[in-house]
């Protein structure tokens, strides 16, 4: 059986943050985003991080990408 990925993604002005990680992984990213956010020389800031964060813990809060456009 494959491993699923999964695809965290935020656009910020000029800076893009993408995040692949499984679900073994999501502990790891989250303390990965607060390193981020507490490094002042990465445009994410403690609410992205908040917001990004909410998303690895409840994925099925995130908008499907198929209801944003008629497929």
Known sequence: MAQELN????????E???????DDSRD???????????????????FDAAVLTERVRNPQLAPNP??????
């Open 7 to 14: 695809v965290l993604a935020l656009i910020k002005g000029d």
């Open 16 to 22: 893009r943050f993408i995040f692949v990680y499984d």
């Open 28 to 46: 790891a990213l989250i303390e990965e985003l607060r390193n981020k956010a507490a490094d002042p020389a990465v445009a994410l800031n403690w």
């Open 66 to 71: 198929t209801e944003l456009y008629d497929l």
